[in-house]
């Protein structure tokens, strides 16, 4: 598989799934949004293993791959699914335009990959100014709004140490025994809160809802979390965790025209901060290493000249 056209693929997956997460909760509650979405996932994964021969390792890191996976899939999707009740389905992905910021730290501490520079804090910076702003915003909807805020920066730092772990782990194994494995962890988890909280079964399930959850149980779990891991084992952790700087503009454009969401001009100030602050995070140190070996290139050109021999020398 081509490592680009998997990386478009995550960035396409991932700007319509906060919209689809948004509709798979409609008039059935959140809870049966998701966990129908990961039982539809975790059947599809497994006829996909089937189908692919590729099994399902089970050696001591590839359980522990499932586990880290598996936990992280359950904590970040669960607090998501709950906030999306609060907050318009574009905020989310904005929000988790920080999980490269989060991922950022992680991976200097576990991974020993060098993001705490002048460039990465510099662009952590702005990433918090532009999530104070989104704050604003959210203050404006009312106090729930801030409680769905909060559900996804949640759901931000628990993907970003699943992402950080798997990494570490580093187990090497297919993408789809990745997500497969996720599955099998996570999805005993959700129907054990399902029963728990004590949610209904809907009578029925209204048609854009029920294409929701399809369109996320199939696409956004089977297919989506294949090509992230895929992506995941072929590059690095911080650069994987940058499709959430295209993602945030698609998908609050896709939430403004297909669901009605507002987006307050803070919302946009918030977007810009975090999407600029991604940038010169992940950019910063390679401009500015640009930017002084062309400073030497023309020193030592300078040098050269003046110690160039004239005509009359010669």
Do not use: C
Request: aromatic share 10%; net charge positive.
């Amino acid at each position: 598989m081509s490592v680009p056209a998997a990386y478009i693929g995550v960035i396409i997956i991932w700007s319509t799934t906060p919209l689809a997460i948004k509709w798979s909760g409609h008039e059935v509650g959140f809870l049966f949004g998701v966990t129908g979405r990961m039982v539809l996932g975790v059947v599809v994964s497994l006829v996909v293993t089937r189908v692919l021969g590729t099994g399902l390792p089970w050696r001591r890191e590839a359980r522990w791959t499932y586990l880290a996976a598996g936990l992280g899939l359950f904590l970040a999707m669960l607090s998501v699914y709950w906030s999306s009740q609060f907050i318009p389905s574009g905020w989310i992905s904005v929000i988790f335009g920080l999980a490269p910021l989060a991922t950022g730290v992680m991976a200097a501490v576990w991974l020993g990959e060098n993001a705490l520079t002048l460039a990465g804090i510099s662009g952590m910076t702005l990433g918090l100014a532009g999530l104070a702003f989104i704050f604003v915003g959210g203050r404006a909807l009312g106090p729930e709004a801030v409680y769905g805020i909060v559900g996804v920066l949640f759901s931000v730092l628990a993907h970003s140490a699943s992402t950080v772990a798997v990494k570490r782990i580093g187990a090497g194994l297919p993408a789809v025994a990745i997500t497969t494995g996720a599955l099998l962890v996570a999805v005993p988890l959700y129907l054990a809160v399902f029963v728990i909280a004590g949610a209904p079964l809907p009578s029925t399930v209204p048609v854009r809802t029920a294409f929701a959850i399809a369109y996320l149980g199939v696409v956004g779990s089977a297919l989506g979390f294949v090509l992230y891991f895929y992506v995941l084992r072929h590059m690095e952790a911080t650069r994987v965790s940058l499709i959430a700087l295209v993602t945030p503009v698609i998908a609050l454009l896709l939430g403004n025209i297909f669901n009605g969401e507002p987006i307050p001009p803070q919302i946009w100030g918030g977007t810009v901060a975090i999407v600029l602050g991604l940038v010169l995070y992940q950019y910063g140190p390679w401009l500015a290493a640009r930017i002084t070996r062309r400073r030497l290139e023309a020193s030592q050109a300078d040098i050269d000249e003046q110690t160039k021999p004239s005509a009359q020398e010669i």
